[in-house]
């Protein structure tokens, strides 16, 4: 929540960028600020670096970088932090995962090999496919989750960070409904010192940042912070909370498009959605039951899209089916094949086919960056809580209790500019136009 006229605090001295997981999305992220940083490449795919902004009329021609309208951390005042079940320092997890070329990371190799990662939550239950070595031990998940809290306290004073923030980039985890325990924050707590089974590794480091006053941003489609308790909790500390699950490859694609259909009145009579991966995701993801935590982030974003209840006739009876094989030789480069059955006028039959070949975590990257950036400004700005307006960056957008989640990329878009206009006073902008005609 903001309140009108909130000031928002300098971004002054380091920020530092703790990332759950030190795998793929994370090395590429960190391997790709450090390259940036040293002019080896540009932020594509980064809105607050690369993204404009129009303010007021467009005869007014004022349209600045997002990153000179609102004051956001500089890439030069950024450290990393990390925690892993493996042992491996970024430069070895970076080469191991595959992603970028070895002339790249040799560029950046100090850098990388210094960020080593602490040892990790993890219960094998959640995520059966990984076996790590790297974990912290206790005698309940509360000690767990105080042992998070000395690390976060720690890495904050050894690396003179003025501000920190949170970003869940590990691996999916099983399959979890809301449950009592997750319903008050006594009762959390009381779970945490019970070592309750409905309480996930990614639930314990989102109470751990809360606890510790950061902004925690959740990448991967877990219930994590999107429960009573954690949510409750985030308002109470005035914490900027937001997920789920990175915006990147075949939904990415989704809401693009299916927002297309709508607009043209084009009816639907099926959506079939394939991918092959190789990485670690893939292989977690081999597991029914960390699939299907993946399986609802992705097939919830068309019902909300074409709103079938008020357009039945065009949307009513659609048949949507989302699959993931795990298919070692692809590696981090995913790709995602759609076949889209729609329907035109007097009801003729059509086709689309999207065989997207993406790199999973060239995509997810900048989404890291931008998320820890604005929700450290969020946190300078008093926001506190879900942050619905960085929906944008997400598959299953966290929001309010009883509100549906917007998943129109080009509705959120605008509602992500929008709150940084009023974040600084700016007009908001309808695209109504009548004022030049008049």
Known sequence: MIEKGVEIAPAEGKLGILLVGLGAVSTTFVAGVEAIKRGLAQPVGSLTQMGTIRLGKRTEHRSPKIKDFVPLADLEDI????????????????MNAGVLEKDLLNQVSEQLASLKPMAAVFEQNYVKRLHGENIKTGKNKMELAEQLVADIARFKSENNCDRLVMVWAASTEIFLEESEVHRSIEAFEKGLYDSDPAIAPSMIYAYA????????????????????????????NGIPICGKDFKTGQTLMKTIIAP?????????????????????DGEVLDDPENFKTKEESKLSVLEHILQPESHPELYGDFSHVVRINYYPPRGDNKEGWDNIDIFGWLGYKMQIKIDFLCRDSILAAPLVLDLALFMDLAHRAKMRGVQEWLSFYFKAPQTAPGLYP????????????????HMRGEDLITHLGLEYYD
Do not use: C
């Not at 994590?224 to 109470?236: G, N, R, V």
């Not at 297309?260 to 670690?280: C, E, F, P, Q, V």
């Not at 959120?412 to 929008?418: A, E, F, M, T, W």
């Open 79 to 94: 450290v990393f932090g990390a925690w892993d079940i493996f042992k491996d320092n970024a430069f070895d997890a970076a």
């Open 209 to 236: 940042a809360i606890k510790a006053r950061i902004p925690f941003a959740n990448g991967a489609p877990n219930l994590t912070a999107d429960i009573p308790a954690l949510t409750k909790l985030a308002e109470q």
């Open 260 to 280: 297309g259909l709508k607009a043209r009145m084009l009816g639907l009579d099926g959506w079939y959605s394939t991918n092959i991966l190789g990485n670690r």
């Open 406 to 421: 917007e998943h129109d990329i080009f509705i959120q878009l605008k509602k992500l500019k929008n709150t940084l206009r």
